[in-house]
């Protein structure tokens, strides 16, 4: 007779449970179609990984996931100058606003980095909901408005 011992058994159960908790976390995940190099949608998609990433980092109190995050999101990638050039064109006087709310993102994002090294949870909290805050404001003003304008 074919017996398993209880290990074997704990262990394929665990197994199981790591397979579908990974399942799960896939479903989880936002998925955007992949954009153009250089364009300013896949900027915006590398500043969604790295948002995630602080996110997560943020609510587990990561000191070091904080900081890598963060530091990405403070030096991200420019648009290509094709794109920057188009936008500007287009925007005009609005490129003011536009850069003030980029603005925002950066030097939260810049604190939370010096807050990382620091381990102080209060200010990167106080940080985060200012750069999400920047994010938002800039989407809600310009993101459709720019959506045509790159097409
Ligand atoms: C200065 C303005 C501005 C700021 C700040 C900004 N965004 Fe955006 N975002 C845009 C614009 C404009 C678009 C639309 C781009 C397009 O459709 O070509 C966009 C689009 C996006 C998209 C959709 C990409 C896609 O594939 O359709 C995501 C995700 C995104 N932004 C995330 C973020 C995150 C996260 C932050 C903050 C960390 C942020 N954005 C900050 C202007 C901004």
């Known amino acids: 007779m074919f017996t398993v011992n ?3 058994l704990a ?7 790591g397979l579908s908790a990974q399942l799960q976390a896939s479903d989880n995940t936002i998925q955007v179609n992949k954009a153009e190099q250089g364009s300013l949608k896949s900027v915006m998609q ?20 904080i900081e890598k995050a963060a530091k990405n999101i ?15 064109k287009a925007m005009a006087a609005d490129m003011t606003k536009f850069k003030a709310n980029d603005d925002v993102v950066h030097h939260a994002a810049v604190n939370m980095v010096k807050n990382a090294q620091q381990q102080n949870i ?25 959506s045509v304008i790159l097409k």
């Open 122 to 146: 209060k200010l990167i909290t106080d940080d985060f909901q200012k750069m999400i805050g920047g994010c938002i404001a800039c989407h809600s003003e310009f993101k459709s408005k720019v």
């Open 6 to 8: 209880n290990n074997v």
């Open 74 to 88: 403070a030096d991200h990638p420019k648009p290509s100058m094709a794109t920057r050039m188009k936008l500007m």
């Open 46 to 65: 590398g500043l969604l990984t790295a948002t995630q990433a602080l996110t997560a980092a943020v609510l587990t109190e990561d000191f070091v996931m």
């Open 11 to 17: 262990f394929l159960l665990l197994l199981l449970i």
